[in-house]
């Protein structure tokens, strides 16, 4: 792995005393592919949201968040208009009201054209009409003087997307992007993220409660579970050896492709509520494997195999013991 | 559009004529105009021929439907203490009116939506506390309390200020100053839940997450949209600018349609009272015709119906 683009260090979020974040240790390279995947409320899109300052006012954070080598977090307003949309974009769950409904679609594309390569008048309407041929929306001329409401749902993320690009950003953030879309959108929404990564080589973070999503479009996937990572690996060895007892639990949820029909295995309880955290793992109520130790402390990642870490006192036992417990 | 614009025309109309006829109703049911006019001690042959005069002996709907033939032919009718015509007698008192209505709009306008803004923009901080305080004090404090009390400071005590009257501009200040704070604590009110809705929306989070400057964000995208449910109360505002001012008119003796209004009544004036409530039916309407078409203009989503694209997204 080549030097990280983006380093958030001891990420902590919480809002009015309640931790929504408690501790984010994560690294985005510069052209990869990170999914984080968790329940909502998990801290996911708090994570991302934090990093670019766009959580409200009473959110208290504190960590570090590096871009290259500039600290994101106590960055001056000007420093992080600079960052967002140039540098890292985002794109969000529900597009239809991710765009502003008074302004014209063009409008909202130049908007990002002006701010980043200062471009203005005829250039950047080109340049708008390119992009939204580049993300697939036919007719993208007559397009560009449309209101948001005259488009559908997929289109209006389209739309979005095309914005993200505008700053030729050097990571897309795309938070939940096709959760509020029809599942054949769905896979049309993801091919086109992923063919816009090969073709501007920049990174991608797919944030998305959907293992399934992450696991075709992200070389990497994070689990996160109550405002922490539990685990991270890449994608293939992730669903053939999950380390850690959730992600074992959330991969027994899901129905397999081949083979004899099964019984969907849930994980018993619920998540925390962020103010009767546990002492040590917040996971151990409900874990299969849990042991006194497990409520000591909040377990550190350990390294389970190379670019593979969990945070369970237990990944490292053997394989054997888990299929037990989840059997 | 035009369909449209017809539409509201005609729903328009039916509100000014609804609104005439309530009024010819219940004047004609709520006292005897010969009876007050004449005196109460007017001998009967007397009050008889005055009302055969203005013909209140015929049956209420013919008078109704003399009324409305009347009104078809630019006819208002004409007072009854002094006989000149209705809408002379009104029209001598809009100036005066306005002379009041309007700065007070201005003040309202001026106040209400920065300290809305403000409010909103620096939410639960010690700026949007004092607005919000003064607000709700000013529009709590009845326009009469508030007139008397700014008369007892800056007329009795202090005496700055005439307490009533229309001889200069200096008398003018108090009753502009007791309805336009009224109204602008109202607009801030309403402006600072409109911005904090707006600021709420993922849209603006959008606009941020581009990298546009937050000055930008709050200019750009927060106020075009806060503007659409704001535009509601400043066109009511607009609309009361004949009628609005019936009660300060009256603390601070400003000879204007309000006054006018409150003299016609208890006089049973009939055709006085008939043309300011069909004058400020009319102007009410018109404001809200004038926000519907404004509706439009500042949401495209209210334009016309959506052709929305077909096919795969």
């Known amino acids: 792995m080549s030097a990280a683009l983006v380093t958030l260090k001891g990420l902590r979020v919480s809002f009015d005393g309640q931790a929504a974040l408690r501790g984010i240790d994560l690294s985005v390279a510069p052209g990869e592919s990170v999914g984080l995947v968790g329940e909502s409320g998990c801290g996911k899109s708090v994570t991302w949201l934090a990093a670019l300052g766009l959580l409200p006012g009473r959110a208290q954070i504190s960590g570090s968040v590096k871009l290259d080598d500039v600290e994101l977090l106590q960055a001056r307003p000007h420093v992080l208009d600079r960052v967002r949309g140039g540098r890292i974009a985002m794109i969000f769950q529900d597009p239809a009201s991710s765009l502003n409904p008074v302004h014209r679609i063009g409008k909202q594309i130049t ?63 795309a938070d939940e992007p096709t959760t509020a879309l029809d599942v054949t959108i769905q896979a049309q929404i993801l091919r086109l993220l992923q063919d816009l990564r090969r073709d501007t080589g920049m990174a991608l973070v797919l944030i998305s409660h959907d293992l399934g999503v992450v696991a075709d479009s992200c070389e990497r996937v994070c689990v996160m579970y109550a405002g922490r ?8 060895r992730l669903f053939s050896a999950p380390a850690h007892p959730y992600t074992r639990g959330l991969l027994g949820a899901l129905p397999p492709l081949d083979g004899p029909r099964r019984r969907l295995a849930a994980i018993p309880g619920g998540v925390p509520e962020p103010w009767a955290m546990p002492p040590g793992c917040a996971f151990a109520p409900r874990c299969a494997m849990h042991v006194s130790a497990c409520d000591a402390a909040a377990p550190e990642q350990v390294g389970v195999a190379p670019g593979h870490r969990a945070a369970c006192i237990r990944a490292t036992l053997p394989a054997s013991h888990h299929q037990a417990a989840y059997a | ?110 106040l209400g939506i920065p300290a809305g803004i403000t409010a909103a923009l620096h939410r639960n901080s010690f700026i949007d506390r004092a607005v919000m305080l003064m607000a709700v004090a000013g529009f709590t404090v009845p326009s009469f309390v508030l007139g008397l009390l700014l008369v007892l400071v800056f007329a009795v005590q202090l005496g700055w200020l005439p307490s009533g009257g229309q001889e200069s501009w200096r008398h003018a ?32 989070r959008t606009a941020s997450a581009k990298g546009v400057p937050w000055r930008a964000v709050v200019w750009g995208h927060a106020l075009p949209n806060a503007a659409i449910p704001t535009v509601t109360i400043v066109g009511f505002m607009v609309g009361s600018l004949i009628a ?64 929305r694209a077909t096919g795969a997204a």
């Open chain 1, 111 to 173: 908007e990002a054209l002006r701010l980043h390569r200062a471009m203005g008048g005829a250039a950047a309407r080109a340049e708008a009409k390119r992009l939204l041929d580049q993300v697939g929306i036919p007719d993208a001329a007559r397009r560009l003087d449309a209101w948001p409401h005259e488009l559908s749902g997929g289109q209006n993320q389209r739309v979005m997307i095309a914005i993200a690009l505008a700053g030729r950003p050097e990571l897309l953030v």
């Open chain 1, 229 to 236: 990572i539990v685990e991270q690996a890449p994608s293939a």
């Open chain 2, 1 to 110: 559009m035009l369909r449209f614009f017809g539409s509201r025309l005609l729903r328009a109309a039916v509100t000014i004529v609804m609104v005439v006829t309530f009024a010819f109703i219940v004047l004609r049911l709520s006292g005897d105009p010969a009876q007050i006019i004449m005196g109460a001690d007017a001998p009967p042959e007397a009050v008889d021929a005055f009302r055969t005069a203005w013909g209140l002996d015929q049956p209420v709907w013919l008078q109704y439907f003399h009324y409305f033939g009347a009104i078809f032919q630019g006819d208002l009718g004409r007072s009854m203490r002094d006989g000149r015509d209705a809408i002379v007698l009104v029209m001598e008192r809009i100036p005066a009116t306005l002379a009041l209505t309007i700065p007070a709009l201005l003040i309202k306008l001026g």
């Open chain 2, 173 to 204: 200040i108090l009753p502009i100053i007791t309805m336009g704070v009224g109204g602008a604590a109202v607009l801030a009110r309403f402006t600072r839940s409109a911005m904090l809705e707006v600021l709420g929306q993922p849209y603006i």
């Open chain 2, 244 to 307: 609005g001012a019936v009660v300060v008119e009256s603390v601070f003796s400003w000879p204007g349609v309000g006054r006018l209004l409150v003299v016609a009544v208890a006089n049973r004036d009939l055709a006085v009272v008939q043309c300011i409530l069909l004058l400020v039916a009319a102007t009410m309407v018109t404001a809200n015709l004038v926000v519907d078409l404004l509706y439009g203009l500042l949401d495209p989503r209210l334009r016309n119906q959506p052709k």
